[in-house]
């Protein structure tokens, strides 16, 4: 990757774990530290992206075949990664994205069995082959989280149909864990309050861009400087490191 490229950071996890959440309290954190940030999120995170989502939300898509919204995913993260992340990350930034390419093999391949390699290769037309450099991923039972995204409690026969196949997307993301130990940081969250995975979560990101030796802008708060103040962007240490950005 280029010196002066970002860090690019995922949060995977389960329906309801609290990826968004998260990604707010730490896109401030690290602002308020004197990191550059900037954040993405999926489906429907830009202008286009929007209008992509609608498709796939609209009540009129009542016909849209299973491949055509698969591929309609990948058409918004691929405007995603070309609109946002990428040029973020070669502004030097330190990049949040809420969900990136693991939720299609969790959710795609694994819970709703579609082929592995169709996901893959899509996958990599739409992000040009781009990975994350962590992945925070919020292990949460799926019960909790299911309960936690439908503001509701569970139980009933349909919920737990659902529930198996959310326990696929659960046991999906604990196979990706162990198959790229480096890549992923396993956060358990079930029970626990937002505050207290936050403080795991800012630890693990801030003990990761130390070992990157990604340097903050200036101490202290950024954003207001951000117009006149100096061009001393966040940047890899060693542009060399194992663990880049593209698949193999
Ligand atoms: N640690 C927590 N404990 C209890 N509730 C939480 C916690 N973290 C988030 N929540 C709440 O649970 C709900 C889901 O959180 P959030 O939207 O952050 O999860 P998510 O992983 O982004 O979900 P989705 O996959 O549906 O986008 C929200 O109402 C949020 O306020
Ligand atoms: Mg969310």
Do not use: E, F, N
């Given at each position: 990757m280029p010196s002066g490229w970002g860090v690019f950071i995922s949060f995977e996890g389960p329906?309801?774990?609290g990826k968004s959440t998260q990604v707010r309290k730490l896109a401030e954190a690290l602002s308020r530290l004197g990191y550059d940030v900037a954040t993405a999120s999926e489906p429907g995170g830009t202008a286009i992206g929007r209008r992509i989502r609608e498709i796939i939300l609209?009540?009129?898509?009542?016909?849209?075949?299973g491949v055509t919204e698969f591929l309609l995913f990948a058409a918004d993260r691929a405007q995603d990664v070309h609109e946002v992340i990428l040029p973020a990350l070669r502004a030097g930034r330190v990049v949040l994205a809420d969900r990136f390419v693991d939720s299609s093999l969790a959710?795609?391949?694994?819970?709703?069995?579609?082929?592995l390699d169709s996901v893959l290769s899509a996958n990599r037309i739409a992000t040009d082959g781009l990975r994350p450099d962590l992945t925070l991923l919020l292990d949460i039972d799926v019960a909790e989280g299911v309960a936690r995204a439908k503001g509701r409690s569970h139980g009933d026969r349909i919920e737990e149909r659902m529930l198996e196949f959310h326990q696929r997307v659960r046991d999906a993301y604990h196979q990706m864990a162990a198959a790229e130990p480096d890549r992923f940081r396993v956060i358990?969250?079930?029970?626990?309050p937002a505050e207290s995975v936050h403080e795991e979560v800012l630890a693990q990101v801030l003990d990761f861009l130390a070992a990157r030796g990604v340097e903050r802008?200036?101490?202290?708060?950024?954003q207001e400087e951000r117009?006149?103040?100096?061009a001393c962007h966040a940047h890899h240490g060693d542009p060399g490191a194992a663990g880049g950005h593209k698949e193999a």
């Open positions: 329906d309801g774990s609209d009540t009129r898509s009542a016909g849209l075949h959710y795609q391949a694994h819970g709703l069995g579609m082929d358990d969250v079930t029970g626990k802008r200036r101490s202290g708060r950024v117009k006149g103040g100096p």
